[in-house]
Structure formats: structure tokens, C-alpha cells
């Protein structure tokens, strides 16, 4: 088994990472001494894993003696909104569930979004486990604390920071994800290398066909990595407040912009790829980065067949303008994070809402 303690502002996440884990969530959760007196337990997932997964964290639940009340919403990241919430604190009152009680998000990011905000604000907090279920959610989404909703007005613009007790992570679940999501999942992977690690940069050019063919060691390993590598950043500015946990953003700016233009015809994973590979061709522009380490980054992401290009471009008047509403220009400048080597991430506010423009450009096919 692999997985470690994480602690934050004297809050412990129990990380663990294991193939069948999920058939043991019931007694992962008896064991924690932190959940001792849980006896209610609100088991939320969304439909397409609910088919898929529910029926055994049901019955791993039950066989350890907890009253388990499953809610399912709709699947996408569509449901991550208000609507769905307030569906969701009824279903709780509802089925009377008070702070006594946990909240379990099975599924990815999006549910683990979405139910730790419900679990954050329901009577004013609730405490809850993640169930990890996507790689995108292993190896990023499922730690750190982050919940969100979105507005029509933009993603994740309403949310609290709330802690799981718990996070669990199968990842026998991958073998049922569409390998477009593993891809994806892989380009948050090499964000946190190029962030944190020349050498785990290396591991991923030398692991390529397990990780496109889900190896279970590998992926093990991958998530493991990961996650050790965003615990220690978050542990450095838990509350993203202007500290290293900005770095995390690396490729996200870019990424973020190309996201809301292509109403979701891409995945996130593939626009942080599109992302990562315009922060460091504009690294390289500003004189920080070689050049030949932007092509060694732009090779990997292709043999892990992630986007390098633009499959078709979007209209640059709209990135234009979505780039001078990002929320994170001030100024008329833009802290956006740039590479000065694998593993030497820098916060830069010298980036310009046209040195942002070229960066985008280089990516049209
Ligand atoms: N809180 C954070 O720090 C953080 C970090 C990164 C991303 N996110 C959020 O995560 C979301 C994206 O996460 P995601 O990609 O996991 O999305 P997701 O939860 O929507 O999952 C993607 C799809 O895969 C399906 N699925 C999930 N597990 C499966 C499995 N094992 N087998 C088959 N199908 C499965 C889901 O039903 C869904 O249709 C975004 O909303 C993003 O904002 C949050
Ligand atoms: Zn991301």
C-alpha cells in the first residue's frame, strides 16, 4: 500500500493509494480515529460512476456497520453548479443528516468539487471522505482542499477551502476511464514534473507506454508522486495567498483561456498540455528558458499524445478578450508562472496581455 499523513493548519488527510481500496473504504473509514463516532454516511457520486462503483462502497460501507444513504447526480461537468448543490442540501436535510454525519464523494474532480462544497457549508460543515475515481482527481483534484462551484459568469468562482479526513484512491477504477481522460490526466502529471522535478520529468519519458497502456505499478507510482509533490506545495500557502501554491497554475493561465473558448470540446488535461507547451515557448521568449527544452517538453507531450496544436483555431479576438478578463491581471499586468528549467518554476509579473497573445499564436497549427 502506498500513501502517506498530510497535514494542514492541524488538519490530518489520511492519503492512501492502493488497487481495491475501494472494497475496503468501510473499514478505512472505522479506522480513522477522527471519524470514530460517524454512524450516517451520505454516499455521493455521479450516475456514470455511481453504474460503475457505488454498489461496492455501498457494500463496504454497510459490512462496517454504517447506514448509508446513496444520492446520485448527472454526470459532467455541467452539474457542478448551484442548482445541483442546493439539490443536494435538501436531499440532506431532508434524510436528516447533521454534522454527526459524513459526506463520501465518489468519482472525480468534478464530484469531489461539488460535494466537498456541499459538505463545507451544510450546517456549517460537514466532515467528508474523497473517493478518488479519475486520474485527473488522483494525481491533482483530490487534494488540497479546493471545493468550487461554477457561475455562468466562470468556473470555480464559488467555493471554500475544507479538508477531507480521508483520501482514497483506487486505481483499478482507471481501468474503466475513457484513455482520453487518462491522457489528459497525464498532462497535470508533467505539470507537476516540470514544476517540481527534472527527474521525475525523465521517469515520464521513460515510462510512456505504461503509462499510455495503464500500468497499475506505474500508475501507482504516478499518483503517489503527484501527490506528494502538490501536498508539499500546498502545505507551503494552503490558502493560495500569493505563495508557491501559485506555481500549481503553471500552464493554467493559457490553459484556462483556451478552456472557456472551445466550450468544452477539449479536455482540461488537454488544454494545460496546449497551456504548458505556450508558457514555455514564451519562457523561452523572455530569454529564461533553452530552447531545447522546450522541444524536449513539447516531444513528451506528444508521445503522450496530448495536444500540441490547436486542432482548429479559435477566434483570437475572443482569447483576446477572455485574456484581459482573466481574473488574475492587475495592472494591466498578468502573474503568470514561466519555466527557468525542468524543476525551476518562477512567478513572473512582467508577462504583457500581448507576450500572452504570442504565446497563444504559437500554438495554431
Ligand atoms: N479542487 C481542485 O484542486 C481541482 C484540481 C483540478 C481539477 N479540479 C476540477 O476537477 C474537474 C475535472 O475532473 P475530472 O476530469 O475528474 O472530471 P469528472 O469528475 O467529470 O470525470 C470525468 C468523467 O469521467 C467519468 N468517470 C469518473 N471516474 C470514472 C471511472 N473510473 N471510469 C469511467 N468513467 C469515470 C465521470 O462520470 C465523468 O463523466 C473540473 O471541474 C476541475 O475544475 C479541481
Ligand atoms: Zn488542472
Redesign the pocket.
Known sequence: MKGFEFNINNQATHVVIERGALADVGQLIQGEAGLANVVRVALVS????AS??SASAVRSLEQAGFEVELMVFP???A??TLTTAETLFQTLADKHFDRSGLVVAL????????V?FVAATFKRGMRFVII??????DI?????????I?LPAG??LV?AFHQPAIICVDPN??????AR?VR??LA?SVKHALIASAEFLIWHEQHIDELLGVDADVMETLIERNLKIKADIVARDPFERGGDRML?NLGHTLGHAIESQCDYAL???ECVSLGLLGACRLSHTLGLLDIEVVERIETLLRHLQLPTTLPEALDPDKIAASIRNDKKISDGKLSFVLLRDVGDPVISQEVTPDDYLQAYRSLLG
Open positions: 455521479d450516475d456514470r460512476v460503475l462503483y454526470a459532467g461537468e452539474s457542478k468519482g472525480g474532480g468534478v464530484v469531489s468539487d461539488l466537498g478518488s475515481t479519475t486520474l485527473e482527481s491533482d483534484a483530490c487534494l488540497g482542499g479546493k471545493t468550487a461554477n468556473k470555480n467555493g477504477c482507471l481501468a474503466t476511464l475513457d481522460d489528459a490526466g497535470e500549481l479536455r482540461h488535461g
